[in-house]
């Protein structure tokens, strides 16, 4: 039996990957002290990969797919296929910030002040190459972690460091000073196992219930029923992602609406819904909109 062998991203994607696989359809069991859980897929062999590593193992073909951040691929110079966006952080849902900051008392107040200085950061190769095409000499230091520190201590003049919320930033007195890149979280694949067609048909099966999980995550089912007199009138004004779906109930002049909206829409429509006439109101949960 052929298998597809992915890449799972160790860390603080881990929990939310795995949650995503589930809602779309694979369970994925994490072995203690095993960096390769069991999926309920035979065509599936999963490993547990640092993102930064992530994008040279699916180069090299030692996994023919994987999930990683934008940032690091770039940061590898890695040559694979980008297959899906999927932006599905637990903080903000948004995609992350790489940034320069420095501490809050500094003199430095953009980059061209920078010119000569020390950064620290994880991100190297990508910072490096941010000051070279603006022909600025400074001294990058690789961190190995805790990179606000070392701005804090002294140790660095300024720090690429990356951010959903600023919090972590502010806490320790430094203030960001440049926006240096987004990223988000992608599916990546090998290229050679992209002109395969099998393993081609199952990461695009992949991409497209992994993506179709991420559109449902909030938006939500509303179901009602309606009398014949007030049907177009609530028509009208409820939301719909094409139109509402519409059935005469049996034997009634009464009629069953069915949309799908956002989450957010639910709370101001429902009890509008209600004074129109709208009864046996039910919300409900999506797993995918395809």
Request: proline share 3%; hydrophobic share 40%; aromatic share 6%.
């Amino acid at each position: 039996m052929q298998q597809l062998k992915i890449g799972i991203p160790k860390g603080s994607l881990e929990k939310a990957t795995i949650e995503l696989f589930e809602k779309s359809g694979w369970r994925i069991k994490l072995m203690s002290r095993n960096y390769f859980p069991e999926v309920d897929d035979p065509e599936l062999s999963c490993s547990i990969c640092r993102p930064q590593e992530m994008s040279t193992y699916v180069e090299s073909g030692m996994l023919d797919a994987g999930i990683t951040g934008k940032d690091w691929t770039l940061e590898n110079g890695s040559d694979v296929e980008v297959i899906a966006n999927l932006v599905y952080s637990k903080v903000s849902r948004k995609p992350t910030r790489w940034v320069i900051a420095v501490p809050g008392d500094s003199g430095i107040t953009r980059v061209e002040d920078l010119d000569g200085k020390r950064i620290s950061t994880e991100l190297v190769n990508v910072t490096r190459r941010f000051f070279e095409e603006r022909q600025m000499k400074v001294d990058i230091i690789f961190s190995w972690g805790a990179t606000e520190a070392k701005a804090v201590s002294g140790l660095a003049d300024a720090i690429v460091e990356v951010t959903e919320t600023e919090t972590t930033i502010r806490a320790h007195g430094l203030r960001v000073i440049h926006e240096l890149m987004q990223s988000n979280t992608q599916l990546i694949a090998n290229k050679a196992a992209w002109q395969d067609p099998w393993k081609r048909e199952k990461i695009e099966n992949i991409a497209l219930l992994l993506q179709g999980a991420l559109r449902a995550d909030r938006i939500v089912g509303l179901k009602m029923n309606v009398s014949h007199d007030r049907l177009d009138e609530l028509i009208d004004v409820l939301p719909s992602v094409t139109a509402p779906t519409v059935a005469q109930l049996y034997k009634q002049d009464w009629f069953s609406v069915e949309t799908v909206i956002s989450e957010h829409q639910v709370r101001d429509l429902v009890p509008r819904l209600k004074k129109m006439g709208a009864e046996g109101i039910i919300e409900y949960a999506l797993n995918k909109v395809i």
